[in-house]
């Protein structure tokens, strides 16, 4: 069965700095989305990604974070100046097919230290 | 505003018992509610739609629209059953972003 693949599984990085979480959605899908889990709390939205542009975003979603398709397989989230309280799981999800549900990828943790 | 609320932050049972893990949403229109489940900080997968009526892994989930509930249930629970539970509420389109409970951590004890 296809899955969504998110790379790297763990990031740490400095406070301050950038970082690009990167995922492949399942190759036929067309709506793609990003989720965080802080540890200890509950998974939530935070973009969803159409046709090339932005089609929904949480209050979480300010200009610290942008996402992007750069190559038509890769579906990116660029955070820029990192904080601590950015450090949380980090969920990539799509689905294809009008009425289906979300695929989930593993997830990427990321450590701001 | 959407909300979901999932009463039990832990919930254990012994193997054979039955399980009922709760879960209420609020939402003014047409909802969507999925259960999700992580075992052991893998992927979320989803386990079963309110939409598709099924059981699977010998769960089910009913939407009473009445009392905005979608409690997930197992007559006999399984070791294997062992994982984070999440409900989560899609608003009639799962285009749309989802609203997840906080999570529901079952263990089933041998």
């Known amino acids: 069965e296809p899955e969504v693949t998110q790379t790297p599984s763990h990031q740490v990085t400095q406070m301050g700095q950038e970082v690009i979480l990167r995922c492949v959605p399942i190759?036929?899908?067309?709506?793609f989305y990003w989720y965080r889990q802080i540890l200890g709390q509950k998974v939530e939205f935070l973009v969803s990604f159409y046709n090339n542009e932005i089609s929904e975003k949480s209050e979480i979603f300010d200009d610290q974070f942008s996402v992007e398709r750069p190559d038509g397989s890769n579906f990116t989230l660029k955070i820029r100046s990192t904080k601590l309280e950015d450090s949380a799981m980090y969920f990539c999800?799509?689905?294809?097919?009008?009425?289906?549900?979300?695929?989930f990828g593993d997830g990427t943790r990321l450590s701001i230290l | 505003a959407q909300r979901v609320t999932q009463p039990e932050k832990l919930l254990s049972v012994f193997k054979g018992a039955p399980v009922e893990l709760k879960c209420n949403y609020s939402y003014s229109g047409s909802p969507e509610l999925f259960w999700y489940v992580q075992y052991s900080r893998q992927r979320l997968q989803l386990l079963l739609r309110h939409i598709s009526r099924e059981s699977i892994k010998g769960f089910t989930a009913d939407l009473n629209k009445g009392e905005t509930s979608f409690h997930l249930k197992k007559p006999f629970a399984q070791e294997e059953d062992s994982a984070m539970y999440y409900c989560?509420?899609?608003?009639?389109?799962?285009?749309?972003?989802?609203?997840f409970g906080r999570g529901t951590q079952l263990t089933v004890w041998p």
């Open positions: 999800a799509s689905i294809g097919v009008l009425g289906m549900p979300q695929h």
């Open positions: 989560a509420l899609g608003r009639g389109s799962t285009l749309g972003r989802l609203y």
């Open positions: 190759s036929n899908h067309l709506y």
